[in-house]
């Protein structure tokens, strides 16, 4: 699991990401779509368009951990909009 006292910050990516990409996919995105820093410590999270699953972007000191969690029933409540928007740790584990 996460040790979330360790975070930085935690973002949700907004809108519908392609969940097939693997980690360089993801750092480029965090940097090019959002001007972040992969390596910031932050965690990033990715939705599908199905809103039934997530991926999560986590640089510890020494690599990447790419996280995926694919919810059985119902759907993620997901913004749609183009700003990225961070989360404390509370929210995270709504979801």
Known sequence: MIDLSTINKIYICPGYTDLRMGIDGYAMLVEQAYAKSPFDNS????????????????????????????????????????DIKAIDSRQLRWL
Do not use: A, M, S
């Open 43 to 82: 965690l990033y999270i990715f939705c599908n368009k199905q809103r039934d699953k997530i991926k999560i972007l986590h640089f510890e000191h020494d690599g990447f951990w790419l996280y995926y969690k694919r919810i059985e029933t119902g759907h993620i409540k997901w913004p749609v909009n183009n």
